[in-house]
């Protein structure tokens, strides 16, 4: 089996030499050829992506159970990006602002953060 036209695979788009939807593509071949020894090697061809990222990707899919980003470690952020924006903004506008009249102002939207 080296062509996906008989079990009607959309076909891929393809951006620079690599598919834009390689992941959910390749985890459908992977599904439907379990028992095929050959599996990596027709899904990269077929996808045109590096055999290794097949791999990489069905791993993931079955230690997971998805294929999302998972978090990272280290330290979350204590305010929202738009809460950051409007702290740049009233400082900005006015460099001789507090640091306590920034948290006061801070805590009128609903953040919590120490000052």
């Not at 439907?32 to 045109?48: E, N, P, T, W």
């Amino acid at each position: 089996l080296t062509s996906f036209e008989s079990i009607g695979v959309v076909p891929v788009d393809v951006f620079q030499g690599l598919p834009s939807n390689s992941v959910p593509l390749c985890l459908t071949l992977w599904e439907y050829l379990k028992k095929d020894f050959r599996i990596f090697f027709v899904i990269s061809k077929s996808l045109k992506v590096p055999r290794s990222s097949v791999q990489t990707i069905v791993r993931k899919y079955k230690h997971h159970g998805t294929t999302q980003q998972s978090y990272r470690s280290g330290r979350r952020h204590v305010l929202s990006p738009r809460d950051g924006c409007t702290l740049v903004r009233k400082v900005q506008i006015n460099p001789i602002t507090t640091a306590k009249d920034l948290v006061k102002m801070l805590e009128e939207t609903g953040a919590v953060v120490s000052g």
